[in-house]
T-cell receptor
Framework: AQTVTQSQPEMSVQEAETVTLSCTYD???????LFWYKQPPSRQMILVIR??????QNATENRFSVNFQKAAKSFSLKISDSQLGDTAMYFC?????????FGTGTRLTIIP | NAGVTQTPKFQVLKTGQSMTLQCAQD?????MYWYRQDPGMGLRLIYY???????DKGEVPNGYNVSRLNKREFSLRLESAAPSQTSVYFC????????????FGPGTRLTVL
């Protein structure tokens, strides 16, 4: 079974700074997908970014980018120029043919 | 375009009561899912429907039943609620199973006393 590990339960950073959230996963498969979802206090799960394992290029969405290291099974999320609205729980998730598996989340607080 | 909608937003039940959580999507997605989220844990899959007319068990199906009413709607039923089913429930949908991004509803907070 696949596992997803987020080793940082909580993080905080000053507004406008850059922060990196870590995620590692365990799989024997070569073809899969990775996601970061954001869950603000409203509880809504919002897609932040998606990465296909067969693509070597790291995905980028505006201020959000990933560092995908397939051999190391690592998928970190970098948030640049952090904003107060980035305060949320962030979940890393792994998807294969069976299902979407979530990590336990990192609570990120942006400090004004 | 509302995306994925869920009703109700909040519900309190007594042990042994039954209820149905409703989910609908307007994105013409084939696949739909039910998850539960407990404190300190990520989302766990309860049931899913790869396409209209099919349903399958996920990681934690015990105590639940589902119905894929049509392509748009996927309901989750608790026949005899237990305190262990206190959780936040999310419905999600995607174009296809296993390869496409899942989009989530706003969740239902359920408390079983």
């Amino acid at each position: 079974a696949q596992t997803v590990t987020q080793s940082q339960p909580e993080m905080s950073v000053q507004e406008a700074e850059t922060v990196t959230l870590s995620c590692t996963y365990d799989t024997s498969e070569s073809n899969y997908y990775l996601f970061w979802y954001k869950q603000p206090p409203s509880r809504q799960m919002i897609l932040v970014i998606r990465q296909e394992a067969y693509k070597q290029q790291n995905a980028t969405e505006n201020r959000f980018s990933v560092n995908f290291q397939k051999a190391a099974k690592s998928f970190s999320l970098k948030i640049s120029d952090s904003q107060l609205g980035d305060t949320a729980m962030y979940f890393c998730a792994f998807m294969n043919i069976e299902k979407l598996t979530f990590g336990t989340g990192t609570r990120l607080t942006i400090i004004p | 375009n509302a995306g994925v909608t869920q009703t109700p937003k909040f519900q309190v039940l007594k042990t042994g009561q039954s209820m149905t959580l409703q989910c609908a999507q307007d994105m013409n997605h084939n696949s739909m899912y039910w998850y539960r989220q407990d404190p300190g844990m990520g989302l766990r899959l309860i049931y899913y429907s790869a396409s209209e007319g099919t349903t399958d068990k996920g990681e934690v199906p015990n105590g639940y039943n589902v119905s894929r009413l049509n392509k748009r709607e996927f309901s989750l039923r608790l026949e005899s609620a237990a305190p262990s089913q206190t959780s936040v429930y999310f419905c999600a949908s995607s174009t296809e199973l296993s390869t496409d991004t899942q989009y989530f509803g706003p969740g239902t907070r359920l408390t079983v006393l």
